[in-house]
């Protein structure tokens, strides 16, 4: 993605300042009117967000969906969660993580001391997987379905540039790395996505299927990584915390 018009005038102001003896100077007026030219990234994201509206490359879940579930919150925001696919809920509301999963996440996320609003959260599919008729529940996506829709996340994640992104589930982990593990393996340490660092967690519905005290706080152990990566200031209440 190419810088926005405003970071190119501020970084050619810079080297005219380091190769000249009289400082630069540019008018109030003149970088008013390129800021207000600069797209902010809810604009950048508007294009994309309609691209996947419309999208038919996996014609069978662009049969079969609702809507598709482009992502939600600020994109301004320093954090991204990454989930694997939009389930029953999501499909009809077109937003992620609105479930008794996407709740719990919410319960972690005001946990960390942030609103769901303050950060943003996206799949790596757009699309519920279809489900053969008079079939329950929600099924996990094959690797093609997530090699194919997740050129759409890579421009989210590029035009949102979190400083942190958070994938719930090897699900997830596989759709943006290409690789698989075992959340033991790859949970609760650091990894890298184009050098974005990346925290990898259990998927809020893990914890829903298990509720092992032990199991909620390694989640909320790798969260405190999140925060403290971040910089922010943790209380001692949030370090003793249990979901």
Not at 50 to 60: L, S
Request: glycine residues 6%.
């Amino acid at each position: 993605m190419q810088e926005p018009a405003l970071d190119l005038v501020i970084a050619a102001l810079k080297k005219i300042r380091e190769t000249r003896d009289r400082l630069p100077r540019a008018s109030r007026s003149s970088l008013t009117r390129l800021q207000r030219f600069t797209p902010n990234k809810a604009e950048l994201l508007a294009p994309v967000r309609e691209r996947v509206r419309v999208c038919t490359k996996c014609p069978h879940l662009a049969c079969s969906r609702t809507q598709t579930v482009f992502g939600v919150g600020n994109p301004d925001s320093e954090i991204m969660f990454i989930g694997e696919a939009p389930g029953v809920e999501e499909d009809a509301q077109g937003e992620p993580f609105v479930g008794r999963a996407g709740q719990l996440l919410t319960k972690i996320i005001k946990a960390m001391g942030c609103a769901r609003e303050d950060v943003y959260i996206a799949n790596i599919l757009k699309c519920r997987p279809d489900m053969p008729p008079g079939s329950f529940g929600n099924r996990v996506p094959t690797p093609l379905e997530m090699q194919t829709c997740r050129p759409y996340l890579v421009e989210q994640i590029d035009i949102i540039q979190p400083e942190v992104l958070v994938a719930l589930g090897a699900v997830a982990v596989e759709g943006l790395l290409g690789t698989r593990g075992t959340m033991r393996e790859l949970r609760g340490r650091w990894h890298s996505y184009n050098g974005t660092p990346l925290m990898i967690t259990y998927h809020p519905a893990y914890l829903l299927r298990n509720q092992s005290p032990s199991e909620k706080r390694k989640v909320w152990e790798d969260m405190l990584q999140v925060l403290e990566r971040l910089e922010r200031p943790v209380t001692e209440k949030q370090r003793n915390y249990f979901l």
